[in-house]
């Protein structure tokens, strides 16, 4: 069966502070993986990573991915208390289809 | 425009309503999609359109029905509703239908079935 799995399903941190999430993913006919974060209601596109080793940045947003091992890292240094939200991973196949993980709630205080 | 709108922001109804949720974006995207949101959990595909045709039902009950009218719209029909559906209702769309195209989502609909 096809799943996400994000880790940890939450943190608390300390503006300031660099924090790294994971997504490991068992899906047959990987094409691509997407974070996105969600506030209060829409989530919101961050990155797509399609090839291994190659860092997507954004600020102080980064992402890759490991095709081989089957997993890709967000990693947000400096935080602040803008950057709490849940973080989702979703995974697309060549079917078209996406699965999303339970995503990861970070809370960082002031 | 590069936003995806819906309305109602808030929806109550009885199990024997029938109400409608509407969603519409203006970025030339040719698929649209539903999904639905539990507390605390990812979305769940419910339904996505491509090309204004229906590519995916994931074995949603036939008392959700979506519709589109045209490319920029998409409508989920509810009828006969359960408690248990009571949830955030997603809609989002793309450029294309496939994994290599973000999708933009609009603010949802907070649903809730009495």
């Known amino acids: 069966e096809d799943k996400v799995v994000q880790s940890p399903l939450s943190l608390v941190v300390h503006e300031g502070d660099t924090v790294t999430l994971n997504c490991s993913y068992e899906?047959?006919?990987?094409?691509?993986l997407l974070w996105y974060k969600q506030e209060k209601k829409a989530p919101t596109f961050l990155f797509m990573l399609?090839?291994?080793?190659i860092e997507k940045k954004s600020g102080r947003l980064s992402s890759i991915l490991d095709k081989k091992e089957l997993f890709s890292i967000l990693n947000i240094t400096a935080t602040q208390t803008g950057d709490s939200a849940v973080y989702l991973c979703?995974?697309?196949?060549?079917?078209?289809?996406?699965?999303f993980g339970t995503g990861t709630s970070l809370t960082v205080i002031p | 425009d590069t936003e995806v709108t819906q309305t109602p922001k808030h929806l109550v109804m009885g199990m024997t309503n029938k109400k409608s949720l509407k969603c519409e974006q203006h970025m030339g995207h040719r698929a649209m999609y539903w999904y639905k949101q539990k507390a605390k959990k990812p979305p769940e595909l419910m339904f996505v359109y491509s090309y204004e045709k229906l590519s995916i039902n994931e074995s949603v009950p036939s008392r959700f029905s979506p519709e589109c009218p045209n490319s920029s719209l998409l409508n989920l029909h509810l009828h006969a509703l359960q408690p248990e559906d009571s949830a955030l209702y997603l809609c989002?769309?793309?450029?294309?239908?496939?994994?290599?195209?973000?999708?933009?989502f609009g603010p949802g609909t907070r649903l809730t079935v009495l």
């Open positions: 989002a769309s793309s450029q294309a239908y496939n994994p290599y195209n973000e999708q933009f």
């Open positions: 979703a995974v697309g196949n060549t079917g078209n289809q996406f699965y």
């Open positions: 399609t090839s291994s080793g």
């Open positions: 899906v047959t006919n990987f094409r691509s």
